[in-house]
């Protein structure tokens, strides 16, 4: 599945610190040679792959990030130092636009660093222009002026599962408690509108879409537009609430109609039935559920998203189901 996300950001290296004019003090010898240092270099900018989804969201309120100046030349004939680089932390599958120079950059696998903007040199003090024409150089230059400009990140993630259902069904609640996502939860249908995405702790990540309703593969509802993304996916994960048992399998296969009705190989994936909300129900309606469930699913796991224990085991048996081939 994948899903565009984009923030802007603005970003500046850093600027060259200034060449100095200073001379050598020698005993007897006020000025004894030109001695003054070239400034250091400012910091550049890079950007870095990271496994976290989340981290987009971080950075939408920074207004701008900027490396460090580099300093201004000393006496002595030493050099300034160089600002400090600035590496900003965006998920793999990052899409990275230069909104002036057009440049796009990708980040396609976790560590991948790319330098997006370059740092200003530093200026030359007075020793550089030292000559036998030019025994006293009073001359020095300033440091360069760093790169600035706009960025357009686009997130351009596959999801590996797919997590669909009826509305209500405790889909967004689920990604919120597997993931470090914060999506919208209601008691009421239709709360998500979004797609949303979060990451197990392995790294795999999940999408969370609207609510599938009847009619929902000829447009009905929010979900149909989804569908489409869900495609893409390596495995489905239909979540299936206990609170009404004995419309349990009408409900399934109202999902599982729509999934046949779309087409595109939806029902051939890898699906996993998740029984939600175990925590509302006795454990009777539960083997009762996986009993009608059980002639049109082998893999059938629960979850309550009030029971801790019970999502941390789901994680693993998700992270399992995705890593066998
Ligand atoms: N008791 C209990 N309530 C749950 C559980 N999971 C979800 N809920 C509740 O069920 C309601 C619906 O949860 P959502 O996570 O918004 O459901 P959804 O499937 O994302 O719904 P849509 O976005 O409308 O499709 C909310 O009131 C949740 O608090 C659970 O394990 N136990
Ligand atoms: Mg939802």
Not at 169 to 190: C, E, R
Not at 297 to 319: F, G, H, P, R
Request: hydrophobic residues 40%; aromatic residues 6%.
């Amino acid at each position: 599945m994948a899903f565009i996300d984009e923030i802007q950001f603005h970003a500046r290296a850093g600027e060259g610190g200034g060449g100095v004019v200073r001379w050598r003090h020698e005993k007897g010898k006020e000025f004894a040679g030109a001695a003054g240092g070239n400034g250091g270099k400012g910091g550049d900018v890079f950007v870095r792959a990271v496994r976290d989804v989340n981290i987009l969201a971080r950075h939408k309120a920074v207004k701008l990030f900027a490396a460090g100046n580099g300093e201004d030349g000393q006496n002595w004939s030493r050099q300034g130092r160089a600002g400090d680089d600035l590496y900003i932390d965006l998920p793999i599958g990052s899409i990275i636009t230069n909104s002036e120079t057009k440049r796009v950059v990708e980040l396609v696998e976790d560590g991948q660093i790319e330098k997006i903007l370059h740092g200003g040199r530093g200026g030359l003090g007075n020793e550089y222009f030292k000559a036998s024409t030019n025994v006293r150089p009073e001359q020095s230059t300033g440091g360069m002026q760093p790169e600035e400009a706009g960025f357009i990140v686009e997130l351009d993630l596959i999801a590996d599962a797919g997590l669909i259902g009826l509305p209500n069904a405790g889909k967004s609640s689920l990604l919120n408690a597997l993931t470090s996502a914060h999506a919208k939860v209601g008691s009421y249908q239709f709360t998500t509108l979004d797609p949303n995405l979060g990451a197990l702790p392995g790294g795999y990540i999940l999408a969370d879409i609207p609510g599938l309703i009847e009619g929902a593969s000829e447009g009905k509802g929010l979900g149909h537009k989804f569908l489409k993304h869900v495609k893409r996916t390596k495995m489905l994960l239909h979540l299936v609430s206990l609170e009404d048992v004995a419309a349990i399998e009408k409900n399934y296969l109202s999902i599982r109609k729509e999934l046949e009705k779309y087409g595109n190989g939806l029902t051939d994936k890898k699906e996993v039935i998740i029984l939600t909300k175990t925590d509302l129900v006795d454990t009777k309606a539960i083997k009762e559920a996986r009993k009608i469930l059980g002639s049109h699913s082998k893999d059938i796991l629960e979850v309550s998203v009030l029971d801790d224990e019970s999502i941390k085991k789901l994680s693993e048996a998700i992270t399992e189901r995705l890593t066998v081939k």
